[in-house]
């Protein structure tokens, strides 16, 4: 049994004798080279960050610490939050350890739920699960410290509190923002006897006689927890963090940035067209109905949510799981039906079309129709589920980030006038 300060404190020296040595040895060698086409094409592909936590093979999927994710999908959350932020998978009594730890900073201050509601009713539920983070920031121990004067070296220690106290109250602040939200009822307050996982589960007042949504809320919360460092919501809390923002600034940051269409939100795009496509044909409908259907949306300019990917050119891993998740609980609900049958269409829609360069499911193609079989049907509320979770590799991140003292983000930007000439 190690808790995960004591693994992760134990690491760090050498962890940053080997970083230093490495630099110092290759510091002039050059790893990646970038083109006009990058520079303005969202720096696809430009290998200039470094990130420990997970990589995202594009013929394997999403890797945590060297385990591929689908081995991960029996583990608690907290297990796999240790697995990131030390590289070692914790043993049963370390996991209850950090669950523990969890629950004893569940509770979410009240003046943060006042603040919540006077927003207006209709606010997104993503402005207000960010703006509840920031709101906490007062509690931020990394800033008391920092305040205090700190030395370099002890940054990691501060930041890890801070990190492990915005997780332990995340699933308590997006339940009680669902049920605000949504007149779902009094707010349910945290269970110091049940997982991270499952708590959340019950605290959302989903009913749940089987334990099969726990479960589901289990699996979410691992499958979506980290994926490298260059995605738009890990990219931006590491950039906030490197200004020595402290953590509370930079997950919200982050979350902010998981908020778009083309990043987080597309689960709930995903499930709003899998809904159009059953109410349109009342059910399920014939593979060629849904070609044409699929069609009909590519040409009037729109994507189809759910497929292709920045990196991945597989079927994400991470769907496979979910997939296999439906088959085993809802496999007669129409939703997850559509989304079986979508899976079998689309990739030769989205060739044939051409555009494309990954015709394969993602993450978000699955998740939804299993969230909305439990019967959460607010699609606004999704990508809340999805920040809860990736909060816990922005967090890993900005962890490991502060441990091997990574310095403040300042890449260079360039005019277009200076391309040109430069191009000449
Ligand atoms: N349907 C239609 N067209 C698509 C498409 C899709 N599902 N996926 C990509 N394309 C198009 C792009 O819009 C782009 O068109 P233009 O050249 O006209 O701009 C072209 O194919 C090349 O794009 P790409 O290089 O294959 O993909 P990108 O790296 O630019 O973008 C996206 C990756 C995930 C944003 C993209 O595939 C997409 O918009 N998918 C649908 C939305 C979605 O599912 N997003 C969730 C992704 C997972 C995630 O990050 N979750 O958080």
Redesign the pocket.
Known sequence: MATLKETLAKKIPGLRDEIKSFVKANGAKVISEVTVQQAYG?M?GVKSLVCDTSVVPPDKGLIIRGRPVAELKNELPEAVFYLLVTGEMPDQVSTAALTKELKAHAKVPDYVWKILEAMPKDSHPMVMFSLGILAMEKESVFRKKYTEGMAKTDYWDPTLEDCIRIIAALPTLAAGIYRMRFNKGARIEPDPALDWGADYARMLGIKDPKGEFANLMRLYMVLHSD?EGG?VSAHTCHCVGSALSDPYYAISAGLDG?AG????L??Q??LRWAIMVRDKFGGVPSDDQLRQFAWDT?NSG?????????VLRITDPRFAAFREFGARVCPDDDLFKIVDRVFNVIPDV?RE?G????PWP????ASGCLLYHFGITEFEYYTVL?GVSRALGMCAQLIVSRALGEAIERPKSVTTEWMKQTVK
């Open positions: 969202g696809r994926h995605n998981l269409p083309l990043h987080g597309a689960n795009e995903c590519l729109q994507v189809i949510p759910g497929y292709g990917h920045a989205l079309h555009k494309a360069k990954d993602n993450v978000d193609a999805f």
